[in-house]
């Protein structure tokens, strides 16, 4: 066989070739790693994390070095409020340390995108508590598994007297709530839930700030 002859590319290219051509790197190791670390960003699958590590790279002094420096700093100083999970500088945390919130009241919420959504909303007086998902027996996420214990140890009188269940008003987030409601009640505080608003399957996360503010507002008892 003549180098000539390779120049005929097969209508149906042999699978080795193929494989040969797809492992093959036009990159620096660099980039494929900035690559394969941003495709593990929600949302983002390998073609918008090609897009986006272009797009850093190209944008260097406006985005790639200030993002790295971000990134760096948030990694060094931010940490998990020990009473409520919030992510922040400062430990406990500045919601928790904020002397003009209501302490009787602690708002459950999954995540911490959820405690963010409440907070643009502007309608919580109380404090936090972020349970970092919700049961999920599929999935091998029981009681263990989440900040549950915690909240049982925060959520007593005369201290506590109300919990406000704001989780998602889906299979999951009301299936965690009525767990933690047994608990809860058993520890003689009142428990209420986020009421009109908040569709079927919602998530916190995705409400317009008007939407949130009237479900909390029209809590109910559970
Ligand atoms: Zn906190």
Request: with cysteine; charged share 25%; hydrophobic share 40%.
């Amino acid at each position: 066989m003549t180098d000539g002859s390779r120049v005929a590319i097969p209508a149906a290219e042999p699978t080795e070739l193929r494989a040969d051509r797809m492992s093959r790197k036009s990159s620096a190791p660099e980039i494929d790693r900035l690559i394969q670390l941003l495709a593990r960003m929600p949302g983002l699958g390998p073609r918008s994390a090609r897009k986006a590590a272009l797009t850093l790279l190209k944008r260097r002094v406006e985005l790639l070095e200030p993002l790295a420096a971000a990134m760096t700093e948030a990694a060094a100083k931010i940490s998990a409020c020990p009473d409520c999970g919030n992510l922040d500088t400062v430990s406990p945390c500045t919601i928790c340390r904020d002397e003009r919130r209501d302490r009787s009241l602690i708002v459950v919420v999954e995540e911490i995108g959820d405690l963010w959504a409440l907070e643009r909303a502007g309608v919580i007086r109380g404090v936090y508590h972020v349970l970092g998902g919700h049961l999920s027996p599929l999935d091998g996420i029981g009681p263990d598994r989440l900040n549950i214990p915690r909240l049982i140890d925060r959520a007593r009188p005369p201290a506590v007297s109300e919990v406000l269940l704001a989780l998602n008003a889906t299979v999951e987030g009301q299936t965690t709530a009525h767990y933690l409601k047994d608990l809860l009640v058993a520890n003689g505080v009142s428990v209420s839930t986020l009421q009109q608003g908040v569709p079927v399957g919602g998530e916190l996360d995705y409400l317009d700030e008007g939407t949130l503010a009237a479900a909390v507002r029209s809590r109910r008892a559970l």
